[in-house]
C-alpha cells in the first residue's frame, strides 16, 4: 500500500470520526467515531514518523526520531489541557 493510499485511509476515517463525535448523542456511536478517531492518529503518527526518519540524513535519523518523538508527546499532553478548557469554558 503506498503512501497516498494510507493518507486517504487514514483521512477517510479520521475525518468523519471527529464530525460524528463532536455531533452524535448516542453512546455506542460515539465510543466507534472515538475508536476511528484512534486508529487515524496512531497511524498518522507512524506515517510521520517514517517520513522524519527517511527524510533525515542516515547519521541523523536517531536525532530525527528523537526530536519528533519529543515535539509529539507534549503535543498529546497540552492538547489534552487545551481542549478540556475549551469544552468547560474554564
Known amino acids: 500500500m503506498g ?3 494510507v493518507r486517504a485511509v487514514l ?3 479520521g475525518a468523519p470520526a471527529v464530525v460524528t463525535a463532536a455531533i452524535a448523542g448516542w ?3 460515539r465510543l466507534t467515531a472515538t475508536l476511528g478517531a ?3 492518529a496512531t497511524g498518522a ?3 510521520l514518523s517514517v517520513h522524519a526518519a527517511s ?3 542516515e547519521a541523523q535519523r536517531p536525532t530525527a526520531i528523537g526530536l519528533f ?3 509529539y508527546q507534549p503535543g498529546g499532553a497540552f492538547g489534552l489541557a487545551v481542549a478540556t478548557v475549551l ?3 474554564a
Open 38 to 40: 484512534v486508529f487515524a
Open 55 to 57: 527524510a533525515a540524513p
Open 27 to 29: 453512546g455506542p456511536l
Open 69 to 71: 518523538a519529543l515535539c
Open 45 to 47: 503518527t507512524a506515517v
Open 87 to 89: 469544552v468547560l469554558g
Open 11 to 13: 483521512t477517510g476515517i
Open 3 to 5: 503512501g497516498t493510499a
